[in-house]
């Protein structure tokens, strides 16, 4: 059964990619979606039956055939779902039909083929993704891992006609192989230590080994794991494609370099969770580094203009936010922020997609503004996500980001907690500096009748824009249309109550969703996994790590309800400040803002420009590689040496063949002489010896 | 007696299938087409559901034909290249005014040749198979008699298949001179007992052997009819020679080297070491410059015999299963291939040479992808059936510590793909447009060539359960 | 080497003799040709014609199927020699045998092999 959950979106594929030209926009579009909801019902079944199992027989395993069988090495096709996978499953699944269905509407102006072209795609990675989340061996993960890289590389580039698309598919594919590489020597490792590649076969192995305190192999092993985190989920120092990205359609950065794909790697350090909880040292750098991308981004995403790339860098921020909990081994916090965080961003991507949408492919905020009348649903649905991600309490953001926090100030990294916190502001700060610009204000878009300046700038742009979004002319702006308002609400209604799965005890809640997922990241009871249908034995006691989360997760002491309240005071108040920050400088006194970036233009200017590390990276990486390459490999060892040699044995095999069809020559008595000449020389081999 | 029975029911049902052919054809009115390809169609399914029945009974039928896993998976390969052989076949006897009758009973009765070879227990019996299946394959080398290309074809085969056949029963007849009989087993007693080293004559008898199965599998340096015979001969019988013919030879080869002779193993491979080094280079070498699509096939399946060798000269279990494996991945592709020339010919034109493919994707997109996955297949591209067979093979090379061999054929194989894909850049990448042959493809061939591009990637994909089938029908050779 | 050594001198003296019988004859026989003896056949019937002349290709046909029918009987001859050893199996088999050829009998008459003058191609 498991395996269905992949197989309808590939089966979407393979309908699309061979006969889609010939299809409608209807059949092709509903056929996508269609392929999509059947997964997301099948994902909802087996999420049903994995709810009846005990707690701790929470595994449903299922071996599709034994792909690679050599000596002892065995990679099965084994699909694995447990509550992590599950979790992910409806993600990837509910979400994904929500944005397919957007998509229906937003790919409209597409000719057949495109649009065919566009949902085969999409369908793709979603199998893709659907097998990296239920693969239950390193491999089968790593088939989805590079199948949905693959897929992002294509969508980024799918209007492959402009140049800075291209270039932003190529970029994202070639950063991304830089983390793939460490992630392969990181899976060949771990088969060299383990002697298997199965998640739950590693963490039973890991599990009877003491915490690896002083560098050794499981902190390598689980650092180069983390070194294709960073490349897949976009984190120092591999997030630089992230941003670039967004040059895909916006149902694309919603699906894929938001709500999924670049989660992925969140998700892999959760499969792995007892592997790196024995990996202290691995622990922190995952913590430090999470924090500092999600500063990092935090700042740039203050001062960038184009509305989709502040939303990336506030992807960034967050996978940021996510890496910080599995730093602190708070991985259930982490996966919780990373399900919430799904249904608001991909709800702000849409949103932004639709108000780029209504503008006819306008995405830069300084030429919008006012946009709140004109828009209503976007409007409104929009600010839903952007109170969550901003942490209001009551919403989704608020219980994940705060358990975020709570863990890692209770976890003894008070200044994680506090770069944390400054981040926090930060997003509430960019968050609602979008809103204001977009939504506030007064309209600074082409045919509204103001702003008549910016939008003459602009009438080159927009103009070719509307060559191809030729409906909605005249300066009347629309709403999102049905297919579009539709998804839109239902994340809105995701987005506010996604999060009371998650109520902490401070709150009176039960965190139901931590004592779920704790049987993912603690070791198997067992050492075999269980099969479908058949139950662990009830009454095993947990193994001391699972025990140690369980008492952390139910028994929480009156001091830490007290410190956890304090600390849940603190961050709101941060929020609403950051709120009110922008709400002051974007809002009340526009002329704040640039007499701010007056004031400091360096810091403007440092902002502005992502603080320089894509051309920090061209200088010092790209550069000398293409240097080197072009006057050492190329010219010297590529043209000299192995061009010489390809053409040496071209040359060679070709100067011998002349010789040897000589003897070809189409005489029966020659061929004769030549057989008896062998039979001789084969009886001659064993006399003479 | 029912034992001896159910042991050659496979044959048998083949054999029936022909003779029943055979008579139909002469028997139906002079204007009437009966559908003799069925015959042979239902017989062929026949013979593989009887060798799935018989499967790990390991029975014995007249003291001298074993029907063994091993037998049981040769049949089963040879089963499949005679039905995609009968798939594509109508289409082709209508264009080239073949007797179709004389044509499918030849076709079904080297089948049985074939299927004989693989479980003859005795040197004589395999003689007789040999010769079963030779003959009916002269036959249909020539069967476009008024072909001056088709007749010289045939013929040369003829005579140098006729010499072959001397040098084999003349080693059958040393063997007999030294041990006093020809079965396999009692010259493998008779060899294994004598801890001496081996008599001079022994070797000289298997030399002569080897001889006779290396002129079958055309290996350097008895392949020179190879070329000419495979130009010469129908494109499909090409097509069936060149993989039925080697399988069921490959599978008599191993039999009688790794049964009767494995105690000589030290003996006799160096000398096939050296045989399949020379078969694996000059196929490939002399295959490059190749301009007629036919024989530059007939040149890479010289080299394909070099790699199945080495599946020999391991002579572990693995290696054989390799080799097992290899012929299965082997024929699917190679009977694809000239299947593709076979439907592209029409009466005029033979679309036989390799400029002839220029621009085929245009014109025949179908038809050019095809043709692609199985040239691609041939020369070991991931993930299709000829690289996992080659993995296989090259593997089992380095485990037994073959190193060099191993070497050998991956160079030659890298080589290889320079004449695989000078026919793929032609479909794809050539200016120029050749002369478009729009044949109407008939629906036999379009399922038969479904069925052959499903094995290329199901043997390519999945290939764990056909390798580990593979493996158990090794067991209990040796 | 030493076994076989005898049967090299063997050989030698047998092509020795033979050779020298025929280089003998060369140099000491008596020579006197006349038509008669230089003709094929030297008692028979004068050669009208060259020899090497067409014949019908039924000819072969009728040859070939008289060898191939010819050679079932000679697989008889020892079947029939074992006949009482081979018991009730033995002759079931030769009948397989015989039907086998029988229909290819029946094949070669039906494809008109045997006609020999109505039918043309």
Request: net charge neutral.
């Amino acid at each position: 059964m498991l395996a269905l959950i992949p197989l309808f979106p590939f089966i979407g594929f393979i309908i699309n990619a061979l006969i889609g030209r010939r299809l409608s926009k209807a059949t092709s579009g509903g056929l996508a979606c269609l392929a999509m909801l059947v997964s997301f019902g099948v994902a909802v079944v087996a999420f049903w039956r994995l709810l009846g199992l005990p707690a701790e027989a929470r595994v449903i395993d299922e071996t599709l055939f034994t792909w690679i069988a050599s000596g002892r090495f065995q990679a099965p096709l084994t699909f694995r779902l447990d509550p992590l996978a599950g979790l992910m499953c409806l993600v990837v699944t509910g979400i994904g039909f929500l944005i397919h269905v957007y998509s229906t509407a937003y790919m409209h102006e597409e000719t057949d083929h495109e649009y065919a072209r566009y949902f085969s795609y999409l369908n793709l990675f979603a199998a893709f993704m659907l097998v990296l989340v239920l693969g239950a061996n390193l491999l089968v993960m790593f088939i989805g891992w590079e199948g949905v890289g693959l897929c992002s590389y294509l969508l980024i580039g799918y209007w492959f006609d402009k140049q800075s698309a291209t270039d932003a598919g190529k970029k994202a594919f070639v950063v991304n192989r830089v983390g793939d590489m460490a992630f392969i020597v990181g899976m060949c490792l771990a088969f060299a230590s383990f002697g298997t590649l199965d998640f739950r076969a590693i963490a039973a192995a890991v599990a009877a080994l003491p915490p690896e305190v002083t560098w050794g192999v499981l902190s390598t092993i689980t650092l180069l794991f983390f070194i294709g985190a960073t490349g897949k989920s976009a984190q120092i120092p591999l997030y630089i494609w992230l941003p670039d990205a967004m040059e895909g359609p916006t149902p694309v950065s919603a699906l894929i370099h938001a709500a999924t794909m670049v989660t992925a790697g969140v998700y892999m350090i959760g499969r792995n969770a007892v592997l790196y909880s024995h990996a202290p040292l691995t622990m922190e750098v995952v913590a430090v580094i999470g924090v500092a991308t999600a500063l990092l981004a935090g700042t740039i995403g203050l001062a960038q203009n184009d509305i989709k790339r502040v939303l990336a860098y506030s992807t960034v921020s967050q996978l940021g936010y996510m890496f910080l909990a599995m730093g602190v081994g708070a991985f259930a916090a982490g996966i919780f922020h990373l399900y919430t965080h799904a249904f608001f961003k991909a709800l702000m991507f849409l949103g932004s997609g639709a108000v780029i949408h209504a503008l006819h492919g306008e995405q830069d905020m300084r030429k919008m503004g006012g946009l709140r009348r004109a828009l209503p649903i976007t409007y409104w649905t929009f600010l839903i996500g952007a109170l969550a991600i901003a942490g209001v309490p009551g919403l989704s953001g608020f219980f994940s980001k705060d358990e975020i926090l709570f863990r890692t100030f209770a976890s003894g990294h008070s200044v994680l907690w506090v770069l944390g916190t400054a981040t926090a502001l930060l997003t509430a700060v960019y968050m609602f500096r979008l809103i204001y610009l977009t939504f506030h204000g007064k309209p600074r878009y082409e045919g509204a009748y103001e702003g008549a300046q910016e939008a003459h700038r602009a009438h080159d742009r927009a103009a070719h824009a509307q060559g191809t979004h030729n409906h909605g002319g005249g300066g009347v702006l629309h709403d999102a249309p049905m297919a579009m308002a539709i998804p839109l609400v239902l994340l809105a209604i995701g987005s506010v109550v996604a999060g009371y799965v998650g109520v902490p005890h401070a709150l009176g809640g039960s965190n139901r969703i931590e004592t779920f997922l704790e049987p993912s990241f603690s070791p198997p009871a067992h050492t075999a996994p269980a099969v479908a249908g058949t139950h662990a034995e009830p009454g095993v006691a947990l193994s001391g790590e699972g025990a140690h989360a369980e008492a952390d997760a139910h028994g929480a002491t009156h001091a830490d309800t007290a410190l956890e309240l304090t600390l849940m005071v603190t961050s709101v108040a941060i929020a609403l400040m950051g709120i009110g920050i922008a709400t002051l400088v974007w809002l009340k006194r526009p002329h704040v803002a640039a007499a701010l970036a007056a004031r400091v233009p360096w810091m403007h200017r440092l902002l502005l420009n992502k603080w320089y590390v894509d051309e920090l990276y061209d200088a010092t990486i790209v550069q000398p590689i293409k240097n080197s390459s072009t006057v050492g490999l190329w010219k010297g060892v590529d043209v000299g040496v192995i061009d010489g040699a390809v053409n040496g044995t071209g040359w060679l095999v070709r100067g011998s063949a002349a010789g040897l069809r000589l003897a070809q020559s189409g005489s029966v008595r020659i061929y004769a002489a030549a057989f008896f000449v062998g039979t001789v020389l084969v009886i001659a081999f064993y006399l003479v010896r | 007696m029912l034992t001896d029975f159910q042991a050659i029911m496979p044959i048998l049902i083949v054999t029936l299938s022909a003779i029943v052919t055979m008579v139909a054809e002469a028997f139906q009115p002079k204007q009437e087409r009966a559908p003799l390809a069925g015959f042979g169609v239902i017989g062929l399914i026949g013979a593989a559901a009887a060798s799935v029945l018989l499967w790990g009974y390991d029975k014995t039928g007249f003291g001298v034909v074993r029907a063994d896993n091993f037998s049981l998976f040769v049949n089963l390969i040879v089963i499949a290249v005679g039905l995609l052989t009968i798939l594509f076949s109508p289409q082709v006897i209508e264009r080239e005014r073949i007797p179709p009758g004389e044509y499918y009973a030849l076709t079904l009765f080297a089948v049985v040749g074939m299927m004989l070879m693989a479980a003859a227990t005795d040197l004589l019996l395999l003689f007789l198979a040999l010769e079963v299946l030779s003959l009916a394959v002269y036959v249909l080398t020539g069967i476009r008699r008024a072909q001056f290309q088709s007749a010289e074809a045939a013929f040369k085969y003829f005579l140098l298949g006729a010499f072959s056949s001397a040098f084999f029963l003349y080693g059958v007849a040393l063997t007999y001179a030294i041990v006093g009989s020809t079965r396999l087993e009692e010259i493998a007693a008779t060899l294994a007992v004598s801890d001496q080293a081996p008599d001079g004559l022994v070797l000289v008898a298997m030399g002569l052997l080897a001889v006779g199965f290396a002129f079958k599998i055309s290996a350097v340096p008895f392949h020179m009819w190879a070329p000419d015979a495979y130009q010469g001969a129908p494109t499909l019988v090409t097509g069936f020679m060149a993989t039925g013919v080697k399988a069921a030879a490959f599978a008599a080869f191993l039999r009688v080297f790794l049964s009767s002779f494995h105690t000589l193993h030290d003996s006799w491979a160096p000398m096939l070491w050296l045989v399949a080094v020379a078969t694996m280079i000059l196929g490939t070498v002399v295959g490059v410059v190749q301009a007629n699509a036919k024989r530059m096939l007939a040149y890479s399946s010289v080299a394909h015999a070099g790699y199945l060798l080495v599946g020999l000269i391991v002579g572990t279990r693995v290696g054989e299963a390799a080799t097992l494996f290899y012929l299965a991945a082997y024929a699917v592709s190679t009977l694809g291939a000239f299947a593709v020339v076979a439907v592209l010919a029409t009466e005029e034109h033979p679309h036989d040479r390799v400029q002839d493919f220029a621009g085929l994707w245009e014109s025949r997109p179908g038809l050019a992808a095809l043709m692609t996955v199985f040239l691609l297949s041939l020369g070991g591209f991931p993930p299709l059936a000829g690289f996992v067979g080659k993995w296989y093979i090259f593997s089992a090379a380095i485990d037994a510590g073959y190193v060099w061999l191993a070497i050998v054929g991956v160079l030659t194989s890298v080589i290889s793909v320079f004449f695989y894909l000078r026919i793929v850049v032609m479909m794809y990448m050539s200016d120029e447009r050749a002369l478009v042959p729009t044949p109407a493809i008939t629906r036999s061939a379009v399922a038969g060539l479904t069925l052959a591009l499903v094995a290329v990637f199901y043997l390519g994909l999945l290939p764990t359960h056909a390798i580990e089938l593979a493996l158990t029908s090794v067991q209990g050779m040796f | 080497m030493d076994g076989w050594l005898p049967i090299v001198i063997l050989l030698g003296l047998g092509l020795a003799f033979a050779a020298g019988n025929v280089l003998l004859s060369q140099f000491v026989g008596p020579r006197s040709p006349s038509p008669e003896k230089a003709a094929p056949y030297e008692c028979g019937m004068p050669a009208v014609g060259d020899a090497r002349e067409r014949q019908s290709v039924r000819f072969y046909l009728v040859a070939m199927i008289f060898l191939l029918f010819d050679i079932e009987v000679a697989f008889l001859y020892p079947w029939a020699m074992a006949l009482r050893d081979l018991r009730w199996a033995g002759y079931v088999q030769v009948l397989v045998f015989v039907l086998v050829l029988f229909t290819g009998y029946v094949y070669i008459w039906r494809k008109g092999a045997l006609d020999w003058s109505s039918r043309e191609e």
